[in-house]
């Protein structure tokens, strides 16, 4: 198998600061809209097509990327890891519950890396989540407590399946979100002006970083 380099460190923190500044900037810092649950689309999104720019300019590959998945998430809200019973959902609850990208019952994530549509390591991707930042706030407003400690602004876990048992953490893709949050993105008149944004904010951060 190829040797694919991924994004580490620095630059992880780099692109999550230039993202959360980027949607701050286009969306005036309105607490309101961070606090729907699509949120997560324009986060995603943009996310993808920035990780995306920056591993090809680094590694001189444009036919590897990072995608986008939509469906649902659960996040354990307590501080017990064996108690799953208590958690914040995006999406459905259950099987027959699906998730509905028009009542906005769906979350949207990022995998990596990927090639010629398929995951280049299926059983050890990439996820990212540049929303975790949010869980807390959204498992108050859902009437739970939240008792555990708050996870980091960004999630970038090298391996999903250290989703679980690291973070308390379950997705579920659902390729029918996918494909209407990505028809919504590209409809989205500033999703290129947001994407030149965050690119030279992230520029700007990693060279005072490297400095």
Not at 19 to 35: A, G, L, P, Q, Y
Not at 135 to 160: F, P
Not at 189 to 211: F, P
């Amino acid at each position: 198998m190829e040797n694919h380099q991924k994004l580490l460190g620095i630059r992880r923190d780099a692109i999550a600061n230039a993202i959360h500044h980027t949607i701050d900037t286009f969306f005036n810092s309105d607490e309101s809209f961070r606090r729907k649950n699509s949120s997560c689309l324009y986060y995603a999104h943009l996310g993808s097509e920035v990780c995306t720019r920056i591993y090809s300019e680094i590694n001189r590959d444009q036919s590897i990327y990072y995608s986008v998945q939509g469906g649902s998430i659960s996040i354990r809200s307590t501080s017990d890891t064996n108690d799953t019973s208590q958690g914040v959902n995006f999406g459905g609850k259950g099987e027959s519950d699906k998730p509905s990208f028009e009542e906005g019952r769906f979350h949207c994530w990022i995998v990596g890396l990927c090639k010629n549509g398929q995951l280049i390591t299926p059983n050890a991707n990439e996820f990212i989540d540049f929303t975790s930042k949010y869980y807390h706030c959204h498992a108050l407003n859902q009437g739970h407590e939240w008792t555990r400690r708050d996870i980091d602004d960004y999630l970038w876990v090298d391996n999903q399946c250290d989703l679980r048992s690291k973070y308390g953490i379950s997705v579920k893709a659902d390729e029918e979100i996918r494909k209407k949050s990505q028809q919504k993105w590209e409809q989205f008149d500033s999703s290129q002006a947001m994407l030149e944004c965050a690119v030279r904010t992230y520029l700007s951060l990693y060279s005072k970083r490297m400095g």
